[in-house]
T-cell receptor
Framework: AQSVTQLDSQVPVFEEAPVELRCNYS??????LFWYVQYPNQGLQLLLK??????LVKGINGFEAEFNKSQTSFHLRKPSVHISDTAEYFC?????????????FGTGTKLQVIP | NAGVMQNPRHLVRRRGQEARLRCSPM?????VYWYRQLPEEGLKFMVY????????ESGMPKERFSAEFPKEGPSILRIQQVVRGDSAAYFC?????????????FGPGTRLLVL
């Protein structure tokens, strides 16, 4: 079974400052990793995903994440946040073993960008 | 290309009534997933369906909950005899392929309130 830990439930940051949202996972097999964003009263939207290859993954809206296998982490970063980035961010994992595999989500991190 | 559609967006039921949540996947998508999001929690997987088949219902409560994805029409998540603990946001997602790293596209959710 897989699990995802997002230790920070809320992260306040000033506009134009950098931000890092932490994600650690646990799995006995190789995994695919995802970051989704949820704006208020909306569904989840994919920011980026890691399937294979380069461990640095670039996504939409200027976000990027780095897969670190030894530390079992997939932290999300943005060098300069905007007010519009205020949302909840979910890290997710699924086994990398082909066919159907259930996606496991973390509990989310609420990013609050302060003007 | 319309995204995943869910209706109703908001649903209020009294204890003991039935709730029916509908999900129309994106055009060309034959895989549907239902998730439940409780306040301050992440998304919890409920069920995965393909047309006319339930593939994985390991996240569904054993009683009162059922899901279907008929040959024609939307997927339906049905909750019988609702209780206050069923109050949550229910999200549907769809994907075009079965491959493990496939992105799931989420609908806007149905927010169920049980009085």
């Amino acid at each position: 079974a897989q699990s995802v830990t997002q230790l920070d439930s809320q992260v306040p940051v000033f506009e134009e400052a950098p931000v890092e949202l932490r994600c650690n996972y646990s799995s006995s097999v190789s995994v695919y990793l995802f970051w989704y964003v949820q704006y208020p009263n909306q569904g989840l939207q994919l920011l980026l995903k890691y399937l294979s290859g380069s461990t640095l993954v670039k996504g939409i809206n200027g976000f990027e994440a780095e897969f670190n296998k030894s530390q079992t982490s997939f932290h999300l970063r943005k060098p300069s946040v905007h007010i519009s980035d205020t949302a909840e961010y979910f890290c997710a994992v699924t086994p990398n073993s082909g066919g159907y595999q259930k996606v496991t989500f973390g509990t989310g991190t609420k990013l609050q960008v302060i003007p | 290309n319309a995204g995943v559609m869910q209706n109703p967006r908001h649903l209020v039921r009294r204890r003991g009534q039935e709730a029916r949540l509908r999900c129309s996947p994106m055009k060309g998508h034959s895989h549907v997933y239902w998730y439940r999001q409780l306040p301050e929690e992440g998304l919890k997987f409920m069920v995965y369906l393909q047309k006319e088949n339930i593939i994985d219902e390991s996240g569904m409560p054993k009683e009162r909950f059922s899901a279907e994805f008929p040959k024609e029409g939307p997927s339906i998540l049905r909750i019988q005899q609702v209780v206050r603990g069923d109050s949550a946001a229910y999200f549907c997602a769809s994907s075009p392929l079965l491959a493990g790293g496939e992105t799931q596209y989420f609908g806007p959710g149905t927010r169920l309130l049980v009085l």
